[in-house]
T-cell receptor, first 113, second 114 residues
Framework: QKEVEQDPGPLSVPEGAIVSLNCTYSNSAFQYFMWYRQYSRKGPELLMY????GNKEDGRFTAQVDKSSKYISLFIRDSQPSDSATYLCAMSVIKAAGNKLTFGGGTRVLVKP | GAVVSQHPSWVICKSGTSVKIECRSL??????MFWYRQFPKQSLMLMAT?????????EQGVEKDKFLINHASLTLSTLTVTSAHPEDSSFYICSARVEGGGYTFGSGTRLTVV
């Protein structure tokens, strides 16, 4: 079993719909949670970063963390075709600079105009 | 925000030659840089962690003599793929942790070995 599980998709939604993404994890030591967006042949771009249970909102993006269920989510409101990309969840154990990330496999999202 | 500049973005080399990939932190100091490899439609696979002024730490299964990592300054880390072969063709990405949390990534290097 992988440490971080993420549905690979593809997830296809019409423009303007809410995109709902999630990851589950098995390591209860994970404390820091991130969502990245990656366009084809580009490096990942940080969307959200959180280290506590609950919700965090930034523009059209809302990240949720439920540590008791080991489950994190990302919601994208008013989705646009430009949101079509692969979304990766990532997490780490501690905040130290040398601590490495564990990634989910990524979910491919397609927003249709 | 914090930016990691990665070059080249795309390189083709002949089998048996070496290729160097550079990552520079432009507006912050990166004491630690992470190097990843990514195959098509797959997630990132951590290859090694480089620390400024010391030897890199390689993940299990990664050949340190093939993938040479140097982190000579707080703003520059390099990955050299030595004696490259077609199976080394991949997308290589560097990353560093930034102040305030999260990790920033370079734009990636697509290596094709022919």
């Amino acid at each position: 079993q992988k440490e971080v599980e993420q549905d690979p998709g593809p997830l296809s939604v019409p423009e303007g719909a809410i995109v709902s993404l999630n990851c589950t994890y098995s390591n209860s030591a994970f404390q820091y949670f991130m969502w990245y967006r990656q366009y084809s042949r580009k490096g990942p771009e940080l969307l959200m970063y959180t280290y506590s249970s609950g919700n965090k909102e930034d523009g059209r993006f809302t990240a949720q963390v439920d540590k008791s269920s080991k489950y994190i989510s990302l919601f994208i409101r008013d989705s646009q075709p430009s949101d079509s990309a692969t979304y990766l969840c990532a997490m780490s154990v501690i905040k130290a600079a040398g601590n490495k990330l564990t990634f989910g496999g990524g979910t491919r999202v397609l927003v249709k105009p | 925000g914090a930016v990691v500049s990665q070059h080249p973005s795309w390189v083709i080399c002949k089998s048996g030659t070496s290729v160097k990939i550079e990552c520079r932190s432009l507006d912050f100091q990166a004491t630690t840089m992470f190097w990843y490899r990514q195959f098509p439609k797959q997630s990132l696979m951590l290859m090694a962690t480089s620390n400024e002024g010391s030897k890199a730490t390689y993940e299990q299964g990664v050949e340190k003599d093939k993938f040479l990592i140097n982190h000579a300054s707080l703003t520059l880390s390099t990955l050299t793929v030595t004696s490259a072969h077609p199976e080394d063709s991949s997308f290589y990405i560097c990353s560093a942790r930034v102040e305030g949390g999260g990790y920033t990534f370079g734009s990636g290097t697509r290596l094709t070995v022919v």
